[in-house]
């Protein structure tokens, strides 16, 4: 492992498969970085991939990705570690990840050491955990129950800054992590190098996207940092590009519900003192964040369980009658339509919901614009206890709001004008998340065993 130096410089990819600029990657290369720090999940996407542990990336822009940058790890001999692997960071996303980095080595015909760490919880361990008292509650306010531990397909933790540092100092090439609190993706390294916590976790959460704390925002690119004794300085890799005090300050506030405390696992940075400084055209210098542990050690929780079966259909409203008049269509419609269904389809086998883009889509009942449009975009939203019952109710519904009559139609075709032929279609399998507490741990590392290989 290196030394602690002068400057510890890192270059960070927002999201592993979304892509970036060569000619950022060879700007950082022609600086030189000790790390490449890269963020390939979160929970952003939803419950669906760690409910199915598919992967969420696109492979082929993954494979894409992993290329470039073990050219530039060939060029500037840095360490590379990527955090919530696959997504959600599950094990058969873990293992998928693991397989295209592999693939990609081979190609190159260099072997690279690499450490893996999983983030999986045990249900039996979180089973005891819970009876020991030592689960708390989160966001949704909500205990964890013993039957959403049973219910589960997938359950993660996010790793920390200690369960990376102790894989780092077997001197891997690479770091591969399940779920992964993304600012430690990037503190890691240099703090267990000896650089100061409260900035090196800062400097993660600015850096985790990439470019989006550089102006103008254009989508997937990639930061440079440099770590320093008293501060860290955040610099865009494009000419074209700049990091102002309101850019890197807007992004200190990403995803935070306290503008001051920064929370994560084992502690919080606390920027009540943060500085940031215009340190040239370009380039802002950030000093002043530091880091206060907790009295117990806690990671975060994410649990998914499978929910039912979708399907869907999409469709055209232009009609200003039928538009002004939805509402009450809405309330008929479902009345005949579970009429129909009586007998077959139990009411509490499924739940439907019309999305109006264009009238309500997004807002809902929050919407406070309450004028008519020319033109809805209706997304029928069904989902059930299986597959088959969620083609019969979409079926049931989507014919009848076809042929719908109301006050002022004259016409007797159809109401709904379909982009997609058939139709509806089936999505398949929902997820949701039914677990996101906190779980004190005795140990930060000891849940996150590393295991290293040289992949040939």
Known sequence: MADKGEEFVV????????GFPERSLETAIGIGVNLIAVDAGSSDPGPYYLGSGELFGNESMVRRDIDLLLEAQAATGAKIVIGSAGGAGCGAQLKRTEELLAEAIARRGKPLKLATIASDIDKDRLREALKRDQ???????????????????NIVAQIGIEPIAAAL????????????????NIAAYPVSLGYDRGLAIHAGKILECGAQAALPVEGSDLLLGRLRRDDFIVEALQGHKRCTVDSVGAHTLYEKTDPVLLPGPGGKSDLSGTRFEQFDERRVRVAGSRFIADDRYK????????????????????????????????????????????GRVGPDDYKIAFHRYGKDGVM???????????????VIDVV?????????????????????????????????????????????????FNIYHLLELDDPISPFPYSVKVIQ
């Open 364 to 378: 809902g009942r929050l919407e406070p614009v309450k004028t008519d449009p020319h033109e809805i975009g209706l």
């Open 135 to 153: 689960v708390r509650t989160y966001e949704t306010g909500e205990d964890l129950t013993e039957q959403a531990i049973e219910e589960a397909t």
């Open 384 to 432: 059930a206890r299986t597959q088959e019952i969620a083609g019969q109710v979409m079926a049931t519904y989507r014919s009848l709001l076809l042929h719908w009559g109301y006050e002022g139609r004259k016409a007797t075709a159809g109401n709904l004008a379909f982009p997609f032929s058939p139709a509806e279609f089936n999505a398949g399998a929902l997820y949701e």
């Open 299 to 342: 990671v975060k929780l994410e649990g998914a369980k499978l929910a039912g079966y979708r399907s869907v259909a999409v469709a055209g409203i232009r009609d200003p009658l039928m538009i002004r008049q939805i509402d009450q269509i809405q309330l008929d419609l479902d009345r005949r339509a579970r009429g129909l269904l009586v």
């Open 11 to 18: 270059l960070s990819h927002g999201m592993l498969g979304y």
């Open 169 to 184: 100092s077997a001197d891997p090439d690479i770091v591969l992590c399940g779920r992964a609190w993304d600012p430690g």
